[in-house]
């Protein structure tokens, strides 16, 4: 659907649903939160005694409690087994339902699905969906196709600008394209009153237990040769030293984005890599970075079968199907026997 003709369809269906879910992919990152709390506050203006939920399979993310609407987020084993009457699914910054759910064949059976996403991959089929890789964001995306500007007001100010520093790596990320975002971003820091460093500063501390996380991924850093691939870098973290350390999932994420966005892909002729790291539920996530014109990470994690995501930055869940935990170690070998056995996708 084109995204002129998007809006009027999409709070049609809203208009006539009862119980409407707003979720997006599990390990959610800064635009998947900002896409469903700015979702969330655009329906509640338009809709305010709509019963309207946020659900997230995982654990809580606490770093982004300072936002508007945070606390109305429900976290959940699975966002299958909760979704009681829902007769509306919003599905956002992803298009396939595998990437929300561990019970993904649940998700579809609802009477509407509506999908709003920035990627690339192949969509699942949804009853209503925009989708248009050319944006910068998802929640650039919505802003645009939800006439955003109409409702704005400082809380939804920040929430929107969250999601675009996020995707756009504080607007480093931009192509020639995608310049209509700064004249967005303009519009947001005026009617929040932002300064942006320290808006950044409120959800981007470091903390101080992680430090010990962040070591072990600079100690375990590897770069290797594999034929056919350009040079690639790697880390990890071990589920031994993460649970003898008591560390959280959210320490995790914490650890790994702040590693990658030091050091994947940065050092010098190692243009792109990996890095993995435990979970909670027993399976392991891998975050993928690269540089133009390296591997399309995007495409990587596709033909892995274990995720998607931008062909620049792709996330992936190996998922524990077994009683026993997974090593990351068997995880490493599994990419790295991947990669000896295939052609890379460079773009």
Request: with cysteine.
């Amino acid at each position: 659907m084109m995204i002129e003709s998007f809006k009027e369809n999409f709070f049609g269906l809203v208009e006539e649903s009862n119980n409407v879910v707003v979720t997006a992919h599990v390990s959610p990152d800064d635009d998947s939160i900002a896409s469903v709390l700015g979702m969330y506050g655009v329906l509640k203006v338009i809709f305010p005694n709509k019963n309207i939920r946020i659900i997230y399979s995982g654990q809580r993310v606490s770093r982004y409690s300072i936002f508007n609407n945070f606390d109305k987020i429900e976290w959940v084993d699975d966002i299958a087994n909760h979704l009681g009457d829902a007769d509306t699914l919003i599905l956002l910054d992803v298009s396939k339902f595998s990437r929300a759910s561990y019970i993904a064949e649940a998700l579809p059976l609802i009477k509407n699905t509506v999908c709003i996403d920035h990627h690339g991959s192949a969509p699942d089929k949804f009853t209503l969906s925009l989708i248009v890789p050319e944006y910068s964001s998802n929640s650039e995306l919505i802003y645009k196709a939800l006439g955003v500007e109409e409702y704005l007001n400082k809380e939804l100010a920040e929430i929107f600008l969250l999601g675009i520093l996020g995707d756009t790596g504080n607007l480093t990320f931009i192509d020639g394209h995608q310049t209509e975002v700064f004249t967005i971003v303009k519009k947001l820091v005026e009617v929040g009153n932002i300064r942006i460093d320290s808006f950044l500063s409120k959800y981007r501390t470091i903390p101080k237990q992680i430090m010990p996380l962040l070591k072990e991924f600079v100690r375990n850093t590897t770069y290797q040769e594999v034929l056919g691939w350009p040079p690639v870098q790697y880390s990890f973290v071990t589920r031994e030293f993460s649970e003898t350390n008591n560390f959280s999932d959210e320490d995790m994420s914490a650890a790994s984005h702040i590693y990658m966005g030091q050091y994947l892909p940065r050092i010098e002729n190692q243009p792109w890599g990996f890095v993995f790291s435990p979970r909670s539920d027993g399976g392991v996530r891998m975050s993928s970075r690269s540089m133009s014109g390296s591997v399309n990470v995007r495409i990587f994690s596709e033909e892995l079968g274990v995720g998607g995501g931008h062909d620049r930055a792709s996330g992936a869940n190996f998922k524990n199907d077994d009683k026993s935990p997974m090593r990351v170690e068997d995880c490493v070998e599994t990419v790295l026997d991947f990669m000896k056995n295939n052609k890379p996708v460079l773009s």
